[in-house]
């Protein structure tokens, strides 16, 4: 049984001392493919390094919202630039909204989004969107701005409604860690409800710890753990749900392997 982890920030320090160790327990797990969105223009050469070196790493480069302060204009031409010569490259990300934030600098996220969106469908590349109190904001930009692309909406926590229209849009619907806890209601219901083919299995490692780790470093290599509650709460065959979420990340991010 093979897994695809579609969002984890295996770059980062977080994983240091022990990155080897990690990526050999996935493996021994079935979890052969991260993908491996970037945050920052200034990360984007230690994560493309640390994905060269470790098969079954795919690598994406996004200015994310939470970062607003430290983008600039150059940092999108550099973006277009990284595109152009990097051919693994797997999607823009990670990017959007997140105006849970405090002082969350509205326009300009808006005006970075919408300039990655823009860049992205020019290169003909999907995108994985981060998005927090601002999901009808992200509909409008990706219906104003003709975005025809596709891509993964990173942990989900959006109205079914909106659901169908990321779906109507060529996206997929993350989950992961948080689904392991009961009152996580919203999101469980979420699982339950929507088609499989429109959903993907993801840790936001280090981030957004599950049950198994509660309080401590989330990992790539409890993606097998997210996957059984997932497939629990559908009443599904683990295998199955395993085979269809590993087909949709392929499916929408074009991957090879």
């Known amino acids: 049984m093979e897994i695809i982890d579609s969002h984890c920030h295996l770059d980062v320090e ?22 491996v969105p970037g945050i920052s223009a200034a990360t984007w050469a230690r994560l493309l390094q640390v994905c060269r070196r470790h098969e079954g ?3 994406a480069l996004g200015l994310h919202p939470y970062y607003i302060r430290d983008h600039r204009q150059a940092h999108l031409e550099q973006l277009e630039q990284r595109l152009a010569d990097e051919p693994d490259l797997v999607a823009v990300g990670e990017i959007g909204l997140d105006f849970y934030i405090d002082n969350p600098h509205r326009e ?36 104003d701005g003709k975005f025809t692309q596709g891509g993964i909406m990173h942990a989900y926590n959006g109205s079914l409604q909106q659901a169908q ?25 979420l699982v339950e409800a929507l ?35 997932f497939a629990s709460l559908r009443e599904e065959d683990v295998e199955r749900v395993a085979q269809v979420t590993r087909a949709n990340v392929k499916a929408v991010l074009s991957l090879s392997e």
């Open 108 to 143: 300009r996220q808006i005006e970075l989004f919408e300039a990655q969106l823009a860049i992205a469908q020019a290169a003909a590349m999907p995108v994985i969107v981060h998005v927090r109190k601002a999901h009808n904001e992200v509909l409008k930009a990706l219906k």
């Open 165 to 189: 229209e990321y779906m109507d849009l060529g996206f997929k619907l993350g989950f992961g860690g948080m689904i392991t806890y009961e009152r996580s209601r919203k999101l469980r219901g």
């Open 14 to 35: 977080d994983f240091d001392t022990d990155r080897e160790a990690v990526l050999a327990a996935c493996r021994e797990q079935g979890v052969n493919s991260i993908v």
């Open 57 to 59: 790493l795919y690598p």
């Open 195 to 229: 088609p499989l083919e429109a959903m993907v299995l993801e840790t936001d490692a280090p981030d957004m710890s599950g049950d198994i780790c509660h309080g401590r470093r989330n990992s790539p290599q409890y993606l097998p753990h997210y996957l059984e509650v």
